[in-house]
């Protein structure tokens, strides 16, 4: 017998649906009971020849099987029901846990662990907590049930079988320690190899033009072979519980066969009580023979449990501060209307670990009506500013507000250097902060230049979007995300490099556009390329940080 205290704590907070499974367990337990009873009695009568009892023996036996296939039936279903609102608050909380902002600066956890965590991780404790827990509870009361009855009917059989069913549940607890350690590698193995799986998917056309498909596939084999391997040494560990739970059984029944044979020799009981030891001692391991067989059925599963635990999967949110990039409830997040000025003071910023501030001491008025522009070498803090303002990192010294109070992440749209489209329709991804009307969506596309190529497309705003938008230009991108930030309505607009995957005609067109936009909301931008500023009147150079300026 394992115990997995997270997953436990987990079923009960499902009272209901775990008593219900057990007790149905318990019942069918009992079925089992009285089918031996039935048999015992049948066995005796044929050889006393009482035909009339064995018929009415028969037909009990009959009905018990029908009846156990009833609850049994039962049983799965409210096994089902338990595991799956386990699994669904599981995901839950881990998906809270993992789809924050500040996942976007965990330079450790790769989106491939963090996929097979939440998806294969959490479906795979559900034989567990399924199966095992309900099987580990209900086995108190009915081995409980199953030995008394034997110690009445032989104390010797009783103990012996007693002795056996503690033997086969506390036995494995001795390589506890080994099947965790086989665990975790087990789960390291499967996680690396779905983080590099996902990783060179995403990079396959990178890998071909560098010539490194073969070695990616080297990799993958070697990862898989790494897997095949742990999953090996999970699953001996897991026989080699099943088999001592087999000889614990085994030496269980066999004793509780001579017991009974020497009460038939010494003439100590009638016929039927000797069948009665003979299948009582049998039923009495049929809890611990199912304990081992969920137990070998979910093992696996449970290695991604120390991960989940890292994911924040069994934690309780702490407090009930909402996420500042999570929208109220009811989709769109409240828009505030017009603002007039964004105010920056003192902005300081360092990454946890880094030796030296990326921001120190930054300000930056913006005002509605003129387009900002923030432009700085590689590495000076642009994109590091950006996250401040959008609640993302938190500053060390400094504020931001938006007409005298603090901004919020509501106030502002946002469109990144590398836009993410989803799949789906054009519609769809426009849609994504609301159900404009058509009116507005027109409007908005018009005003981020795109809307021409939209309608020049044979299903116009019904045409499929790819996956991260892979049919579609990166200037189409830009300017549909361009699109979708104005229709969030939000009194702030940041935009990400706007003109690095556009030509000079097309880079003038979109500072246009910038202008036409920021008459009627405050409007950041930043930049890499100073050239295609021409016409941007208020410009902030953004200076790197160094060492001699910051001594701490
Ligand atoms: N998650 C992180 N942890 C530690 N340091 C980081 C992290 N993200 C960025 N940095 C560092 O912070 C500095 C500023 O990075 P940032 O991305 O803000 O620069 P940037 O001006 O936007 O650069 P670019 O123009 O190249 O996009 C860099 O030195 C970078 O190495």
């Not at 120390?306 to 702490?318: K, N, Q």
């Not at 919020?408 to 769809?428: E, K, W, Y």
């Not at 930030?485 to 910038?514: C, F, K, M, N, Q």
Request: charged share 20%.
């Amino acid at each position: 017998m394992m115990i997995v205290p997270q997953l436990w704590r987990e079923a009960a907070r499902f009272p209901a649906a775990l008593a219900w499974s057990v007790g149905l367990l318990v019942l069918v337990f009992l079925t089992h009971l009285g089918q031996a009873g039935a048999i015992a009695w049948s066995m005796s009568a044929v050889l006393d020849g009482r035909p009339r009892d064995v018929l009415v023996a028969v037909a009990l036996i009959v009905g018990i099987a029908l009846l156990r296939l009833a609850l049994s039936l039962a049983q799965t279903s409210a096994a089902t029901l338990l595991g799956g609102r386990v699994r669904q608050a599981v995901r839950g909380r881990a998906m809270a846990a993992a789809l924050v902002p500040r996942r976007l600066h965990d330079t450790v956890a790769r989106d491939g662990s963090m996929r097979s965590g939440l998806s294969d991780g959490v479906d795979g404790t559900d034989a567990y907590v399924s199966k095992y827990i309900p099987a580990v509870v209900h086995i108190f009361p009915t081995c409980a049930i199953a030995v008394s009855g034997l110690f009445l009917l032989s104390p010797g059989a009783g103990l012996l079988v007693a002795a056996a069913i503690v033997f086969a549940l506390l036995g494995p607890l001795a390589w506890k320690r080994m099947m965790a350690r086989r665990g975790l590698d087990h789960w390291d193995s499967y996680d690396a190899l779905s983080a590099d799986l996902l990783e060179s998917l995403r990079g396959m056309a990178t890998l071909r033009t560098l010539g490194d498909v073969s070695g990616t596939r080297e990799r993958l084999d070697d990862r898989s072979e790494a897997l095949r391997r742990a999953t090996e040494r999970v699953m001996r560990g897991s026989l080699a519980e099943t088999a001592v739970t087999d000889l614990a059984v085994q030496a269980g029944v066999v004793a509780a066969a001579i017991a009974a044979t020497a009460h038939a020799v010494t003439g100590q009981a009638p016929a039927v009580e000797v069948y009665l030891i003979l299948l009582l001692a049998s039923e009495a391991f049929r809890p611990v023979r199912d304990l081992s067989r969920h137990w070998h059925a979910g093992f696996l599963g449970l290695t991604a449990v120390p991960a989940l635990d890292r994911i924040g999967a069994f934690t309780e949110p702490r407090g009930t501060a909402p996420d500042p990039a999570t929208p109220a409830p009811g989709g769109r997040a409240p828009a505030d209307g017009t603002a007039e000025l964004l105010s920056v003071r003192g902005l300081t910023f360092r990454y946890p670990d880094a030796h030296r501030d990326v921001l120190q001491d930054f300000d930056l008025t913006a005002r509605r009506g003129t387009l900002t522009a923030v432009v700085g070498a590689s590495g000076a803090g642009k994109s590091t500013f950006f996250d401040l303002l959008l609640g993302f990192l938190a500053p060390r010294a400094g504020h931001v507000e938006l007409d005298g109070r603090p901004l919020r992440t509501s106030d502002i749209a946002v469109v990144s250097q590398r836009p993410v489209l989803f799949a789906g329709t054009i519609r769809d991804n426009l849609a994504v902060t609301g159900d404009p009307e058509e009116a507005e969506l027109f409007a908005a596309c018009d005003a981020a230049g795109i809307l021409d190529e939209i309608r020049s497309l044979p299903l116009g705003f019904s045409t499929e979007v790819a996956e991260a938008g892979t049919n579609l230009s990166g200037g189409q991108r830009q300017r549909l995300a361009l699109a979708r930030a104005l229709l969030a309505r939000r009194p702030v607009l940041l935009v990400d490099e706007p003109t690095s995957a556009l030509d000079a005609d097309r880079a003038a067109g979109v500072i246009d556009t910038l202008h036409r936009v920021a008459r009627d909301r405050v409007v950041v931008m930043i930049s890499h390329r100073p050239e295609s500023l021409t016409g941007v009147s208020r410009i902030l150079r953004l200076d790197p940080v160094h060492l001699d300026r910051n001594p701490s």
